[in-house]
């Protein structure tokens, strides 16, 4: 029988690996909380309109990356691949945006078809986060401070630089677009391939190329900056002296642009290249035009995304991870005897007295020796030994395992605050 296996690029997190998720998730989410933004959560599939409205029909996602299927009712279904147009889908559908002003997030799996390669797979995992019914260049500001301190949080500020550009308005990309397409087209022979193509459908996108060739004709190429309506214009000069005078270093990318035509104004980008080639880690922007574009009402917003498996690898590459992540007992209760029923209820005992302590109770019967070689095994610092006359005398045994101290035999009372005493941190949960 052929042996069954995860789909390729959709990789199992195994019990090893889940405390360094866990840190990383806490991190963002405790300081989301600072920042009294709320979570709100959608589901994993969605009509596959809702993303051919949001992202287009003519992109590589739509037409090549989506897993798309038709359910048994014959409608077209789509895993989410990417949470932008569907939090906008569940605000507008509980009419969380007319006249209100929003402050979500969102954590959860994405899938698209890519080539899997290190730091992305085809089911990925991304914080959202998302800002509706504010125009002035503050909320972005706040969006940006929100995210540095993230970034400080896990103690990879020094491994980043924050990029930021400004797209203008329509109109104002509408005309660049002219100017620009008049300049390439000069060059057409010389494009990459990808950038001919970009030509007539997306020629925003040339300027993402990472062609060395295609990058050398962009150096002469007209600058989006300088097409600035005196709005947006004005609006960048505010962002950026809030971001001056907040402390947060950034640099003005004059190439750093967003495909779709619903994005204007901020656009910015977390990078770093200590994984290899420079690699994006966060990336967000202002897409005022999305809500009505999806059959709202004109809505302003702005948001960004962190792909948490590079997040994570960027973490594991600069050192920053804390040790003991994966540690899972700190005591360890060894049941030697008939005494299974009196070792169930000390345990729940200590788990009621200790709500933080992250104790192990043994099952399945066995030696003395075997279990303490189970205690040992699990890196517990303490093991608890519950025999028959610990049992008779309402008594535990503790046995330090990592420290050269004497074994004591003490009531459940005195066990409990020998722990507390041990741990002092149990005592502030």
């Given amino acids: 029988m052929k042996k069954l296996q995860a789909i390729r690029g959709m990789n199992d997190l195994l019990p090893d690996e889940s405390g360094q998720w866990q840190y990383l998730e806490n991190t963002l989410k405790s300081i989301l909380q600072q920042y009294s933004y709320r979570e709100i959560r959608f589901p994993i599939v969605e009509s596959t309109e809702l993303f051919k409205r949001s992202i287009g029909e003519v992109t590589d996602i739509v037409e090549k990356e989506m897993y798309t299927f038709d359910d048994r009712n014959g409608d077209s279904l789509t895993l989410r691949p990417e949470g ?44 959202g986060v998302e800002v509706f019914g504010m125009t002035g260049p503050d909320i972005d500001a706040e969006v940006l401070l929100l995210s540095a301190r993230m970034l400080r949080a896990l103690g990879v500020a020094d491994q980043v630089t924050l990029q930021l550009n400004s797209l203008g308005s329509s109109e104002a990309r509408a005309a660049y677009k002219t100017a620009l397409v008049d300049y390439l087209s000069q060059y057409r022979e010389q494009l990459d391939e990808d950038s001919q193509r970009r030509l007539t459908s997306n020629p925003l996108r040339i300027l993402d190329s990472k062609n060395p060739d295609t990058q050398k004709i962009l150096d002469g190429a007209p ?6 309506d005196e709005a947006s214009a004005a609006h960048f000069e505010h962002l950026k002296a809030m971001l001056t005078e907040a402390g947060v270093p950034f ?36 897409y005022d035009g999305l809500v009505e574009q999806l059959g709202g009402k004109p809505t302003p917003a702005i948001g960004f995304g962190i792909g948490l498996e590079r997040l994570l690898l960027l973490l594991q590459a600069t050192g920053q991870l804390p040790e003991g992540l994966d540690r899972r007992t700190q005591v360890y209760l060894v049941a030697v005897g008939e005494v299974q029923s009196s070792a169930m209820r000390s345990a729940e005992r200590l788990r009621d007295a200790l709500p933080g302590l992250q104790l192990l109770a043994h099952c399945g019967g066995g030696s003395f020796k075997s279990q303490m070689k189970k205690a040992d095994k699990s890196g517990a610092d303490i093991a608890l030994i519950l025999g028959e006359d610990e049992a008779r005398n309402g008594q535990l045994s503790l046995k330090y395992l990592r420290e050269d101290r004497p074994q004591e035999t003490l009531s459940l009372d005195q066990t409990i605050e020998q722990l507390r005493a041990y741990w002092p941190a149990l005592s502030n949960l």
């Fill in 251 to 286: 640099e003005v990318n004059p190439r750093l642009v967003r495909g779709l035509d619903y994005y204007g104004k901020t656009a910015f980008e977390w990078v770093t290249d200590a994984l290899g080639a420079q690699g994006t880690v966060c990336a967000g922007g202002r």
């Fill in 223 to 228: 600058v989006l900056l300088e097409h600035l």
């Fill in 84 to 127: 932008t147009a569907s939090c906008v889908r569940a605000c507008e559908q509980h009419g969380l945006l007319y006249n209100q002003t929003q402050r979500l997030w969102y954590m959860g799996p994405m899938f698209r078809h890519e080539r899997p390669q290190k730091g992305r797979y085809r089911q990925f995992h991304q914080l």
